[in-house]
């Protein structure tokens, strides 16, 4: 049906920066939520970005406000997370999600499809 990739993770220094990208395969996503997820080793996932396909609203966790912005290409199905100045803690897998319809969630468990996840790791 649908699948969700997440490319673009890597090693980067601290400070530096790195875009990650979600592409959707198959059905679209314009009427869902799309976000952006991270989890660190024995550590729970934490919500990173949202943003509503629909209406283009953008939530943001306070530690990544300022830093990392999420932006979407419908044409193209794909969301973006752009991370600028990279600290050790963003350390992480980080995995795409479709989130609820018509409205934005930074809640796991209101996301019912998610990516492979792509590791992001900033060195010191």
């Known amino acids: 049906q649908v699948q969700l990739v997440e490319s673009g993770g890597g090693l980067v220094q601290a400070g530096g920066s790195l875009r990650l990208s979600c592409a959707a395969s198959?059905?679209?996503?314009?009427?869902?939520?799309m976000g952006w997820f991270r989890q660190a080793p024995e550590k729970e996932r934490e919500f990173v970005a949202s943003i509503d396909w629909s209406g283009g609203s953008t939530d943001y966790a306070d530690s990544v406000k300022g830093r990392f912005t999420i932006s979407r290409d419908n044409a193209k199905n794909t969301v973006y997370l752009q991370m600028n100045s990279l600290r050790s803690e963003d350390t992480a897998v980080y995995y795409c999600g479709r989130g609820p319809t018509y409205r934005r969630s930074s809640y796991y468990y209101d996301y019912d499809l998610w990516g492979q996840g792509t590791q992001v790791t900033v060195s010191s």
């Open positions: 198959g059905r679209t996503f314009s009427r869902s939520t």
